[in-house]
Structure formats: C-alpha cells, structure tokens
C-alpha cells in the first residue's frame, strides 16, 4: 500500500505510507470521499489541497495538485495532470497525457485525452472530445459534441459546439462560433469574427500563421509552446 485514509468529518484525507515522485512518507495528501478513489497502483497522487468526490477515480500515474477538485463519476488516469484550481464534473474522462491548467471547467461527459493541453479559462462541456496535441486555451467554449483533434490550437472568444470539427494543423483565434456540424480543415489559421456553419477547407498562408504565433509568443510566452 501506498497511502493509508484518515477520517476528517464525513471525507477522508490521504497519507503516504511510502516515498515516490515528490512525495515523502508521512506527507499528507488531498480529500477522498471513497476508500477506493484513489488507485494503490502505479504513482497517482492527489495533493494536499486538492479534493476527488463523489465516485471520482483518480488511476495509473494520474496526478491532482493544488486546488483542483473532481466529482461525480470523473475518472482521471493514465499520465493526465490537472492543476491551478481546475474542476471537472459529471462523467467526465480525462486521460493518456492530457494537461488541464488554471482555471479549467470541464463537466457533462466531456473527453480530454492523447496529449491536449487546456488552460486559462476554457470550459469544454456535453460530450466534448479534445485529443492529439491540441491547445485550447484563454476562455474558448467547446460543447454540443464538438470535436478537436490534431495538432490545432484555440485561443480567445471561440465557440464549437453542435457536432463540428476542428481536424489537422488550425490556428483559430478571435471572435469565431462554429455550429451545426461545421468544420474546419487545416493546416492554416482563422481569426475572422464569423460564424461557420459548413465545411470551411483553409489555405495555408506561412505569413498568417507568422504573425498568430508572433501575438501569441508574446501575450503568453510564458505558457505557450508550438
């Protein structure tokens, strides 16, 4: 065994009975509301402050820190991080090598997995899949269905949902809604305010792309890597 349960009011707070990671024997962990949340297996931790309920499974060398919070039936497994306050509720997945940073709410059987990155703001919702080595990123919506994969990344006051699509290399940024099974074919970049409602193919234009990535290096130079 790797950690031991300790009664606090009605939850229970985890203690490490062994060292691995950055943990040390003795270290306190997060709150559990069941004896079986969190695996005895592999190197799954959850942090002092943050906190699994409700049927929540944290498996494999899945990892919750500092505030992050999950509930109702989530499962978190394989190499996926959350931290920075992250929540996520109702059914919800999150797995392989997925990262879920600052500020993140994701509920209502959405999927985040392969090697996403989410962060700052975003709420994805209602059966939502992220996958590849997407970013999304800085208060986009993803919902309704809506799919991102590849290696695409959003960022801004973008909204998908109602079954569309973002598929390959897309940058999409600014004031843009697709719906109604819209969907976006890269490589290229979008940042027109416009809503998309078909099959959009985009043209790769090296200098667009350029110039996104120059605006995104410096607002975010600290958090974004291409």
Known sequence: MKYKLVQEGKFYRIKALKSFLNITEGDWGGIVEKKDTLSQKGNCWIYEEAQALKNSKVLDNALLKDKS???DNVIVKDYAVLKDNCK???N???QNGAKILNNVIIKNFATIKDHATIQDNVIISKYAVVGGLSKIMNRARITDN???NG???IS????LCDHSKLTSDVLLFGDVKLFDRAEIIGPGAFGERS???KTFELKPTKHTIEIYQEKLNKEEKKKIIF
């Open 88 to 90: 996520v509720f109702n």
């Open 92 to 94: 919800s997945i999150i």
């Open 69 to 71: 919070m999950i509930t």
């Open 146 to 148: 809506a799919q991102v």
């Open 195 to 197: 809503w998309i409602y």
């Open 151 to 153: 290696t695409s990344t």
């Open 156 to 159: 801004g006051n973008v909204w």
